[in-house]
């Protein structure tokens, strides 16, 4: 049998990874580079794939033809830098329409906000030539449990996905799961709670999830876990890879820069499982540290995508056989320095 061709891996980030470095505490401490000078970063750093918000591409509550006029100078723009956008993602956390959430307000006509938002960001997506929608439920919680009926929410969502499904024929919905922040907690926190839903909407085929490192870390679980089970169900068609130190705010560390281990699991179970094949997204979500100065605040992601490489020569150099023997053996202890000492360099 002729032997696959390794997968030629395709990276992605949005424009949001490339920021002026505000946080909750403080103001920016580096200028922000224009749109279009973010987007000449791509292919110097080594990407393909934009994501975007969809208030990227243009301002939310622009007039419908305006809105498309403004999408096809975006998709032009792509074009001239041979970039592709890989998702589409509707902003549902700023607007104060969505101060209590989207899909989950109590507010029927703040709800009805959010599902024109989300068919809006559908349309945009039509133009930018992605057929994926990426939902990250931000608001979608509470601070206090009494505040909402969790019951009747589950099924809001349900109905928040349905519509966007019934809108569009050939969308696909990725739900990117996080158990806390901006709330307290979150409903549907984890990529499991999501894929028990995506089987009970009008197109279970269509709905899948894209998975952060971080959001899987902050749930206490392990993120090549949870690729692992996604991907058992056919339904991982996004990362976010990241890092993150413990159980905190969401940090969006660097790929590899928190736990090396980890991290090698992740390409481990991507490159295992042919995750890419289908043009798939290596995707990262990643901010720059507040203290890099603006002419080098990029390496975060050159540094991300260098250590998803260098993890995947480890990956593709470990000896499957040797693997198995030591299964078989049950010798885990040397299964764990055999993999040290390859994540180490030092391997005989
Ligand atoms: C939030 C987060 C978002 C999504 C896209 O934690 O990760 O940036 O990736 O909406
Ligand atoms: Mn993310």
């Known amino acids: 049998m002729a032997e696959e061709k390794p ?9 949001w990874n490339i920021h002026s470095g505000a946080d909750p505490f403080g103001p920016p401490v580096r200028e922000e580079f224009a749109f279009a000078e973010k987007l000449k970063f791509y292919k110097k750093l080594g990407f393909d794939g934009v994501q975007f918000h969809d208030d990227d591409v243009v301002l939310d509550d622009t007039p419908h033809e305006e809105m498309v006029k403004g999408a096809r100078q975006v998709k032009k723009m792509l074009d001239d830098e041979g970039l592709v956008a890989e998702f589409i993602a509707p902003r549902l956390w700023e607007d104060p329409r969505t101060i209590d959430g989207g899909p989950t307000s109590n507010d029927p006509e703040c709800r009805e906000y959010a599902f024109n938002r989300a068919r809006r960001a559908i349309d945009l997506a039509h133009i930018l030539e992605t057929d994926k929608i990426v939902w990250w ?4 919680g509470t601070y206090i449990r009494e505040a909402k009926d969790p019951i009747i929410s589950v099924g809001h969502i349900v109905d928040f996905i349905n519509s966007m499904l019934e809108y569009d024929k050939e969308i696909r919905i990725l739900g990117e799961m996080k158990p806390n922040e901006p709330m307290d907690l979150s409903y549907i926190p984890t990529t499991g709670h999501f894929i028990g839903v995506a089987y009970k909407t009008a197109d279970p085929a269509r709905v899948g999830v894209l ?7 902050l749930a206490g679980l392990d993120p090549s ?3 692992a089970y996604a991907l058992w169900h056919k339904k991982l068609w996004g990362v976010h890879l990241n890092d993150q130190h413990g159980l905190k705010f969401d940090e969006d560390k660097a790929f590899g820069s928190v736990n090396l281990r980890q991290a090698f699991n992740q390409v481990w ?15 990262l979500d990643v901010k720059a540290m507040r203290t890099q100065k603006k002419e080098r605040s990029t390496r975060h992601l050159a540094n991300s995508r260098r250590m998803f490489l260098a993890l995947l020569e480890v990956v593709r150099k470990v000896d499957e056989a040797e693997i198995e023997r030591l299964r078989a053996l049950r010798d885990y202890e040397a299964l764990e320095v055999y993999i040290l000492e390859h994540l180490m360099g030092i391997a005989p």
């Open 225 to 227: 876990d949870e690729m």
């Open 137 to 140: 439920p931000a608001r979608e």
């Open 269 to 283: 179970v991507l490159e295992k499982a042919g995750y890419g094949r289908n043009g798939e997204f290596i995707g």
């Open 211 to 217: 998975i952060e490192s971080a959001h899987c870390i």
């Open 7 to 15: 997968t030629a891996y395709k990276f992605s980030f949005g424009p």
